[in-house]
């Protein structure tokens, strides 16, 4: 039987309560601060969530009302969400490296009445956008550092309010009580705004059923027991962490740890050992990176050794896959490379204790994915939405693969409909988007069927694969299909290219727009003596157009011909979510940044060798400027002799 | 000297064989205040801060902490008694991490002996789990919890300087004395290090001496100024009265009359 099946335990804060009751000296949560782990017990937990809650209420906050917290990932900011839960309210957490106008559209259309901010930073943004939000009765601020200089009535300390709850809770002790009894599975317990690779921002709404049932699933699958560890260091606005350091935290009474600050994460994250990780590709690819640039910096006999055992791994990881048996000599050897290589690199990336690992939110190379598999790391992949509450699809122990996200959760139907694109249907549906009844019409069939906008189909196995954004799926002048993404992820699975946008629908042949990864193409180019001073110089060097030239088409020869790139470039700046041309969860939006860069794909496909490009940036205070400059377009001869891929 | 003022400096002199550093100095240090101490190179500015915190001895002259007179007493004694400082060209232990060098920042306030250190038991760990809580807050009050086990000169400079801010508040100082403590830094580094020294005198209460050649943060965050010009003090004042001063504007301009910003 479900959780939501029953009136005690259908909402999360009804969750807090039977944890405290039944586990009350379990660790609820953890945070990090002045470099020790401090635990905060399942009953710490409940009282916190209850004074805030007890507070909120004294100021006013009651159903339907709706709270933001905008910060790093702290205690405090879940417990606010949970504390506007008890009282029949809705919790917006938003992205805390938003710009100003991103913030005022979304707490605007969700109409916000308090906002949690995490420290003076935050309080700072909120402060500036007070006059550009009507509804905004309350700002809290959880770090009081830096906040003797402010006394603008609207804010106050998240002490404070715990202060005010424990006050109100002293003249009305049945108030709490009564107030979580009121909870039902299928009010909205959160409004996730999407990232929008399109128009503005979307406000789905979550019904604690969706994160409870969803959860529910999740935990069965992966077996989570109480007390596991997990680090919650994803964004508080995604999704993906309200349904991992909430939902199947509280469902499974799993542990969630708030790393020091977003600069520890790593070390932060070996200290803990946690039981599972989920990271997005990016992050993989950056442990990775960052493994390969250190084991160049290190002694020869070490670097020796390390590539030996890597090598040895990778071969026997991929005569596993092929389902061969590993000779004698092969096995003994990865036993050795256990405790010389394998151990201490696992340990060192802190995922000695990780039962499993996800990877999600977009495709990851097949190398990057290879390698951490083979020294011993439980990889996998998971598919999931916004609106399908963060999960869909999940590969078992057994069926991992780079190629697929595995199967769906239980109890959630998934099928491909005659154009291509995945639906489903299940507890993890959304009730809809906030006050966009006719998107949410578009989005969610008569009969409850949820469509994902990706195209996608069913391999021999029965696991899901996808393959791009449905709209994105366009057609080249001869007919042949154009999915750019697929190209992109290809692109992409080169350490030298950091984001690659794919031209082509309508279009005689593909082109690609390349942004290099500073990090590996300028260790690449240090080691042969070019010199660079900046991102912008570093993409100009014809040594580099042609080191991505290669790359490129190594990818080419992977792709059937009329999907190979042919002509390229070099931005001559990253892609930035402050320019609008990413989301903020680092999707390109191909829309836009086609019309941004008009001029380079008339340039491509004119036959040219350089465009003029002018672009706005956006800085990190808000202020714009514009930059023009010439850049050159290269074309990819015809298969050059290709390194053998490493 | 009375309740308005943390720190007095009385007819305060030194001479370097023939050359006069500083000459008949006085002036009241404002209890919980930030006082700026401006001037042309060579006006005796370090000599002063010196003076102050011990390194020099005076020829003439008294300082006086809180009603003591502590002219005579050595660097350390001065210290322990809380006039904490950095210094122009970074004093840092560079082998030795960032927790460590905060660490012996604190030196002066740990009392156990050293047999119980060697056996860490009972007074010792108490006393050094107590320090490293004290510690704890500096680094999370300077934002350097990800840099506690780097060596500092792995540091970029302007975060060795706040480390050297970290190193001098590990102390527990009543008073501050900094000696440029953004020489060197750009406009992002000087803003943070502005806002960590209000933040210093504003949350921990600490009285700030300063001296910075950075005109505009000296005015916005001053609440007295002083000037000095080839060792003597040729104004005092509210930041406003002293860049109207006459004296002041020619030792910066020559005679121009510019009445605006200095």
């Known amino acids: 039987m479900s959780l939501v099946d029953s009136p005690k335990t259908d909402t999360l804060p009804k969750l807090v309560a039977r944890n405290a009751a039944t586990d009350p000296g379990g660790a609820g949560m953890r945070e990090k601060t002045r470099g020790v782990w401090h635990t905060y017990t399942w009953a710490d937990y409940q009282g916190h969530v209850r004074d805030f809650a007890l507070g909120l209420a004294s100021l006013g906050f009651g159903r339907g009302d709706k709270l933001s917290v905008i910060g790093d990932n702290r205690p405090q900011l879940y417990f606010a969400q949970l504390s506007a839960q008890v009282l029949g309210g809705i919790s917006v957490p938003v992205y805390q490296d938003s710009i100003a106008s991103e913030l005022v559209y979304v707490l605007n259309h969700a109409e916000t009445s308090v906002i949690v901010a995490e420290d003076q930073e935050q309080v700072d943004k909120a402060l500036s956008l007070k006059d550009q939000l009507p509804r905004l009765r309350s700002i809290v601020f959880d770090d ?91 964004p508080m606005a995604w999704v993906g962490d309200a349904a991992f ?402 | 000297m009375d309740d308005v003022s943390i720190l007095g400096v009385a007819t305060l002199s030194k001479k370097f064989g023939g050359v006069t550093a500083v000459q008949d100095v006085s002036l009241e240090v404002p209890r919980g205040g930030i006082l700026s101490i401006i001037g042309p190179n060579g006006a005796g500015k370090t000599s002063l801060l010196n003076m102050i915190s011990g390194f020099y001895k005076p020829d003439t002259g008294r300082v006086v902490l809180d009603g003591q007179n502590i002219t005579q007493k050595k660097p350390s004694d001065i210290a322990a008694l809380g006039i904490g400082r950095t210094f122009q060209n970074i004093a840092l232990f560079s082998g030795l991490t960032v927790l460590d060098n905060l660490m012996l920042g604190r030196h002066v306030r740990m009392k156990a002996g050293v047999l119980s250190s060697v056996i860490y038991w009972g007074m010792a760990q108490k006393e050094d789990i107590a320090h490293r809580e004290a510690i704890e807050e500096i680094i999370e009050f300077l934002k350097l919890q990800d840099l506690r086990k780097q060596p500092t000169a792995a540091l970029a400079y302007g975060l060795r300087k706040r480390v050297e801010l970290g190193r001098a508040l590990a102390n527990d100082p009543k008073v501050l004395l900094l000696d440029e403590p953004m020489g060197g830094m750009n406009q992002d580094e000087k803003e943070d290090m502005a806002r960590y020294i209000l933040d210093v005198n504003q949350e921990r209460g600490v009285t700030v001496v300063l001296i910075e050649h950075d005109m505009g943060v000296v005015m916005d965050i001053s609440d007295k100024v002083v000037v000095l010009d080839r060792g003597r003090c040729i104004a005092t004042g509210t930041p406003d009265e002293v860049q109207r001063h006459r004296k002041v504007v020619e030792a910066y301009l020559g005679t121009s009359k510019s009445g605006g910003r200095v």
Request: hydrophobic share 40%.
């Open chain 1, 144 to 234: 009081p550092r830096g906040m003797w200089a402010y006394d603008d009535p609207i804010l106050c300390s998240f002490e404070s309010v715990m202060e005010a709850g424990r006050a109100f809770g002293k003249a009305n002790p049945d108030f709490y009580a009564k107030e979580v009894a009121k909870g039902a599975a299928g009010d909205t317990a959160m409004i996730a705004y999407t990232s929008g690779t399109t128009g503005a921002p979307k406000g789905a709404m979550l019904s604690h059923r969706n994160m409870i049932a969803t959860a529910e699933a999740f935990v069965e699958v992966n077996e989570i027991k109480a007390g596991d560890d997990w680090l919650s260091y994803l």
């Open chain 1, 245 to 646: 350091s909430l939902g199947m935290a509280l469902v499974a009474k799993a542990t969630a740890n708030c790393p020091e600050n977003p600069e520890t994460v790593q070390r932060d994250l070996r200290e803990l050992g946690p039981d599972a990780v989920l990271a997005p590709p990016r992050i993989w690819e950056n442990m990775l990176t960052t493994m390969q640039v250190k084991t160049d910096d290190a002694s020869p006999l070490k670097r020796r050794t390390f590539e030996h055992f890597r090598a040895l791994a990778e071969r026997c990881e991929l005569k596993r896959s092929d389902g061969n048996a590993l000779s004698i000599v092969e096995r003994l050897g990865l036993a050795v490379g256990q405790i010389l290589v394998y151990g201490p690199v696992r340990d060192q990336l802190g995922l000695r204790n990780a039962r499993w690992c996800y990877t999600g939110g977009a495709p990851l190379g097949p190398d990057t994915y290879r390698f951490f598999r083979s020294f011993g790391i439980n990889l996998k992949q998971i598919y999931g939405a916004t609106e399908a509450t963060a999960m869909i699809a999940c590969q078992a122990d057994a069926e991992a693969n780079p190629n697929t996200v595995g199967r769906p959760i239980p109890r959630v139907e998934v099928k491909i409909d005659d154009r291509g694109e995945v639906m489903l249907k299940g507890p993890n549906v959304f009730k809809g988007y906030f006050k966009q009844e006719e998107v949410t019409r578009d989005t969610v069939t008569p009969d409850g069927w949820l469509k994902t906008g990706d195209a996608g189909f069913f391999d021999k196995q029965g696991h899901l694969v996808i393959i791009d954004r449905a709209k994105d799926v366009g057609k080249l002048t001869d007919g042949s299909a154009f999915a750019p993404q697929f190209i992109e992820n290809k692109l992409k699975f080169s350490p030298f290219i950091r984001e690659a946008v794919a031209f082509g629908d309508q279009r005689p042949f593909v082109a690609a727009m390349i942004a290099i990864d500073m990090q590996t193409v300028g260790t690449w180019a240090e080691k042969r003596g070019i010199a660079y001073t900046s991102f912008m110089d570093l993409s100009r060097k014809g040594e580099v157009a042609t080191l991505i030239g290669e790359e490129i088409a190594k990818a080419n020869a992977t792709l059937p011909d009329m999907q190979q790139a042919k002509r390229y470039l070099l931005l001559n700046k990253e892609l930035e979510a402050d320019d609008a041309e990413m989301t903020r969860t680092r999707k390109v939006r191909r829309k836009f940044v086609a019309e941004k860069y008009a001029n380079v794909i008339d340039a491509f496909y004119g036959g040219e060798n350089s465009a003029e490009v002018t672009v706005e940036i956006t800085f990190e205070d808000g202020r714009k400027s514009t930059m023009t400059s010439i850049i050159a377009i290269h074309d990819l001869v015809s298969a050059p002799p290709v390194r053998r891929a490493a």
